[in-house]
């Protein structure tokens, strides 16, 4: 069983730009979440995703956005980048919000800000 | 708000040793889930034990064996005979459970170092 999957893993952009990060959850699981982790501010929710409806969101300014789709895969979007969002951003999966002992990530999108 | 704690920066152990990471919580939920995750340097989060607040029995999962005490609000992760390969990132988590969201709120993490 495949875990879960993101992509890009790796990826460079300067200030000003947008990018947009996907994430394929594990096969079955219907609940995505993205945590931002930097070595300043360690982990950090950022929102959650369920049946394509956002469930939670972090504390985040509006540049920061998601979506889901209808075969669960979801992606993140970061407008107008600045500095301080080089991090690296993790999703993780689980087959629906509540059951617990079940969250998985995926390896993560390195991103750097120029 | 939910809150966990690792004061502990970085350990240091010997291969083959037994090692307890600590992690205190704060929470005034009376249902919540505790989660240990590692973090190699590849940077994917490794889910190792999850313990419930109604579970009576302290959890296991092969070397892995979660320490909870309620009353103390602690969740120590105990790795048995330590392996070179458990050198990484360890994290403590909570959520709301069950039945709540998946937000995590995570602790600093901790380093752990095994030596040969």
């Known amino acids: 069983k495949a875990g879960v999957t993101q992509t890009p893993r790796y990826l460079i952009k300067t200030r000003g730009q947008q990018v947009t990060l996907s994430c394929s959850p594990i096969s079955g699981h219907r609940s995505v979440s993205w945590y931002q982790q930097t070595p300043g501010q360690g982990l950090q929710f950022l929102f959650e995703?369920?049946?394509?409806?956002?469930?939670n969101k972090g504390n985040f300014p509006g540049r920061f956005s998601g979506r889901q789709f209808s075969n669960s895969r979801s992606e993140m979007n970061v407008s107008t980048l600045e500095l301080g969002d080089s991090a690296l951003y993790l999703c993780?999966?689980?087959?629906?919000?509540?059951?617990?002992?079940?969250?998985?990530f995926g390896e993560g999108s390195r991103l750097t800000v120029l | 708000a939910q809150k966990i704690t690792q004061t502990q920066p970085g350990m240091f152990v010997q291969e083959k040793e037994a090692v307890t990471l600590d992690c205190t919580y704060d929470t005034s939920d009376q249902s919540y889930g505790l989660f240990w995750y590692k973090q190699p340097s590849s940077g994917e989060m490794i889910f190792l034990i999850y313990q419930g607040s109604y579970d009576e029995q302290n959890a296991t999962e092969g070397r892995y064996s979660l320490n909870f005490q309620k009353a103390r609000k602690s969740a120590n992760l105990v790795i048995s005979a330590s392996q070179l390969g458990d050198s990484a990132m360890y994290f403590c988590?909570?959520?709301?459970?069950?039945?709540?969201?998946?937000?995590?709120?995570f602790g600093k993490g901790m380093k752990l170092t095994v030596n040969p």
């Open positions: 988590a909570m959520t709301r459970a069950p039945g709540g969201s998946e937000k995590l709120v």
């Open positions: 993780a999966s689980s087959s629906s919000p509540g059951i617990t002992g079940e969250l998985f």
């Open positions: 995703y369920f049946s394509e409806t956002q469930r």
